[in-house]
């Protein structure tokens, strides 16, 4: 008999950017106490057995006193940004993370794998801050520094938009992850000052030669934060095979995806009727190819049209009870819910 209730820590949301965004909307959504339509809240986080995860900070293309949505499917939100657009942006982002953390304290802002594992014991939600597109470090790294002081210890060099660091890759389908340029210089001499500082480096939305750059010149495991098997879903945000063998051989994880348009083999981001099934489809795969240490979660809440079964972090219990139903013993659910990344941290960060 499968145990009940597995802690998830997850590998990717994208909860600070509604919340900084509704707020400058003059619309604030109340994360803490609130009815909302958050993916992600406290009262469903805690309903889900979310125990945190990576909390992305994303800077939107378009200017702040646009009232237009985030859509990826609006081509403008490919232009790329300046530094001190996005400086501001992700500073507004961890102010609301530090704020949430000082009105409540189940919420942790977590430095280390050890802070992340105890925050689990404590039933506390562990805050991993990490950037989606590094366009607020410029080319003195000054940024780096400013922001490794706030609390950031993961880094997606690109989102799908170029920088003065590398190229993302778009969102057509079906399509190659090998479109456009590796790394530049300075992406390069990133990778390097990730390594050295102990920050994560995540190559989701990077595209194919950049993401051979950094398995050529990181030292450290190499991680897809959110993305899944492209043999089953032919998005260019989805993993090949070689690049699944590159991330196993570098003893690195990757997160399952929770987007539609991510697990479907039509690629549709429309349509949510995606059964529980494609989801262990897709680990299925990845657990192949990877290994059972080499698997994970990287929801993508806040940041995507869910699967109707799952709907928002509180539906997280369905998915771990679809994993015991297709034969995941306790131990290999655990693994793929929390314990991968809480080794992966530890193996990258050095605690
Ligand atoms: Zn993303």
């Known amino acids: 008999m499968s145990k009940n209730s597995f802690p998830v ?23 803490i106490n609130g009815e909302n339509n958050l993916q992600i809240d406290l009262k469903k986080a805690q309903a889900g057995h979310f125990a945190g995860g990576f ?74 801050l990490h950037i989606e597109g590094a366009e607020a470090i410029g080319p003195d790294f000054d940024g780096l520094e400013q922001l490794y002081a706030r609390g950031l210890r993961s880094i997606g060099p690109v989102w799908s938009r170029h920088n003065i660091f590398a190229n993302g890759v778009p969102f057509s389908f079906p ?24 920050i994560m480096l995540d190559t989701s939305h990077l595209n194919e030669k950049g993401f051979w750059d950094i ?10 934060t959110h993305s899944n098997v492209h043999e089953l879903s032919a998005s ?30 039509d690629g549709r981001h429309d349509r949510s009727d995606v059964p529980l099934d494609t989801l262990i489809a897709h680990l299925d795969y990845m657990l192949e190819k990877l290994g059972e240490d080499g698997v994970a979660i990287g929801s993508d809440f806040d940041g995507c049209r869910l699967p109707d ?4 972090v509180a539906g997280l219990p369905n998915l771990t009870a679809a994993m015991a139903k297709a034969g995941y013993s306790d131990d290999l659910i655990d693994k793929i819910t929390h314990k991968n990344w809480i080794s992966l941290l530890a193996r990258t960060w050095g605690d």
């Open 236 to 265: 260019p945000r989805n993993l090949t095979d070689d690049q699944l063998r590159a991330i196993s051989e570098s003893q690195g994880v990757v997160g399952l995806n929770f987007a539609t348009g991510f697990l479907r083999a």
């Open 175 to 198: 399509g190659s992850p090998d479109q456009g340029d590796g790394l530049t210089d300075l992406g390069k001499e990133l990778v390097r000052r990730c390594n050295q500082m102990g």
């Open 215 to 224: 398995v050529k010149i990181s030292t450290k495991p190499v991680v897809a």
């Open 55 to 128: 909390f992305a900070m994303f800077t939107p293309s378009l200017p702040r006193k646009t009232r237009r949505a985030f859509s990826t499917s609006n081509p403008q939100m490919g232009e790329p940004i300046d530094q001190d657009r996005a400086t501001d942006f992700t500073n507004e982002m961890i102010d609301c993370a530090l704020d949430l953390v000082a009105r409540c304290d189940v919420l942790k802002i977590c430095l280390t794998a050890a802070d992340i594992a105890a925050a689990i014991k404590a039933s506390q939600i562990a805050i991993l």
């Open 309 to 312: 079964e799952i709907g928002d």
């Open 9 to 31: 820590f997850d590998g990717h949301n994208d909860t600070l950017l509604r919340l900084v965004m509704a707020a400058q909307k003059g619309e604030p959504l109340d994360f």
